[in-house]
């Protein structure tokens, strides 16, 4: 029930993402990555919703979607 979530701004922050993605169901986790030389956003996240559901209903309204003046990419996270 992992999504990654990419081409974010690097403005943009947890609680931004979280209430987008809280209108699908309830948001478990918001993981955003940071660069280890500047401290950075890199411009992609993971969240975990609860259900396979909210997951499905998140993907499906939410990808392709403009957020922050970016096209957002929004898919299923697969295992490394």
Known sequence: MKMYVGNLSFDTTKQELETLFSEHGQVTDVHMPTDRDTGRVRGFAFVTMDSN??????IEAIHGKDFG????????AQPR
Not at 69 to 76: A, D, Q, S, W, Y
């Open 53 to 58: 559901e909210a997951m499905n209903s998140a």
């Open 69 to 76: 003046g970016r096209t957002l990419k929004v898919n299923e």
